[in-house]
C-alpha cells in the first residue's frame, strides 16, 4: 500500500536544486528509487551524467525535506492523488521520453492498459475543424482508444466531447495545477472527464495557466501517445509544437487537411508535405495504428438505422432541417434563417433529432448532419 510516506522522498529529491527531469530519471534508472538516490555517496553520484556539485551536494545534505512535506501536503487535499515513475499506472510510453515527469497529478482514474491517440489544434476552431476532431475523438474512442488532448478551447474540447458521447475514455492533460481549471468555462468538461477518463498535471495544484506551462505540457501529450493528430493549426503553434516533439518520440503525426483559403490549414498542410499521414476519416488512423484496436467498432444494439428510414419518421421541421444539414457543421442561427422557421421549433427539433441519431451538436451551437 503507497502512504503519504512513500511519496515524500519522490519530492524530496525533486526539490533540491540542479535536478530536472532528465537527471531525475538518470537517477532512477542508476539508483531505481528516491529513498536509494537520497542515500547514495558522493563518489556514486558523480558517476551520473549531468551531475552538477550543487545537485551532489544537495543530496548529501538535503536541506529540503520541509519544503518537500509542505509541496506533498498541498498536493493530497481534496481528491487529487499521485503516481509515480515507479508505479504500474504510470502510462508506460511517457516513461520512454527523455524527461519524463518523475511523477505527476491526477484526478478521476488512471488506465495504463488503452492506447492513447491525441487530437490538438487550433483554440479558435473553425466550425469544419471542431467537426472533425469531434468525430474523430468519437470513432477512435469506441475503437478503443484514449483521447488525448489538453481541454484548451476550440480543437481540444471537441475531441474531449466526441470521446465522452461515445462513452469512451479521454484523457485531459492541463497546462496548469488541478486546482486552475482552464479556461473556465470548461469547469463542467473537467468533471465529466472525471467520471469516466482522467485529468492529470505535472504542476502542483495552485499552479496558474501561465504561457510557459503549455510547451511544458505538450510534450506530454505528445509522450503519452501512439500518435498525434493535428486538426487545424497556423503557422508557429503549440500544436505543431506537440507534433514535432511527437515526431521526435518516433510517435505516428497525423495531419486533417482544410481550405486552402484558411490561414489555421496552413500548419496542418505544412506537416503533410513535411511526411505526416493524411488523416480523412478515422480509417486512415487506424492503418498506421490497427495493431492496437481491440474493441468491436460498433455495438450492433447502437448502430445507427439508414437514413431513408429514419427520414419516414420525421415531422415537417425536422425534414426541413435534415434538407439543409450537411457534414460541415451550421450555426442554429444560419439553420433558422435557411429554413425560415421560429428558433423555438428549431430547438426542439433538433434536440429530436439528436436522439434519433441523425444530428450532433458540438460547442457553440454548432449542428450537422450524421454521415453513416
Known sequence: ???????????IVKSIP???NHLYKRLINRFKTPENILAAKAAELKTIRGMSQKAITGIVHCTVKKKAEIALATVLRGKIRVVTMNDP????LLREIADPPPFFTFQGELNADLPCISIVGSRNATAYGLESAYRLGYDLAVLGFQVVSGMARGIDTAAHHGALAAKGKTMAILGSGLNWIYPRENQSL??????????????????RPEPRNFPIRNRLIAGISTGTIVVEAANKSGSLITARLAADFSREVFAVPGSINSHRSHGTHALIRAGATLVET???????????????????LTKPRGKNENKKELTRVELAIVTIL????????????KTDLDIASISA????LELKGMVRQLPGKLFSIKEE
Open 18 to 20: 540542479g535536478i530536472g
Open 326 to 337: 450537411e457534414p460541415y457543421p451550421l450555426h442554429i442561427d444560419k439553420i433558422v434563417e
Open 190 to 207: 473537467f468533471q465529466a472527464i472525471c467520471q469516466t477518463g482522467v485529468v492529470i498535471s505535472e504542476f502542483s495544484p495552485d499552479t
Open 89 to 92: 499506472t504510470y502510462p508506460p
Open 1 to 11: 500500500m503507497i502512504t503519504n510516506d512513500n511519496y515524500l522522498p519522490w519530492f
Open 282 to 300: 478515422h480509417r486512415d488512423v487506424i492503418q498506421e495504428l490497427h495493431h492496437m484496436v481491440h474493441t468491436e467498432p460498433l455495438d450492433p
Open 349 to 352: 427539433a433538433l434536440l429530436d
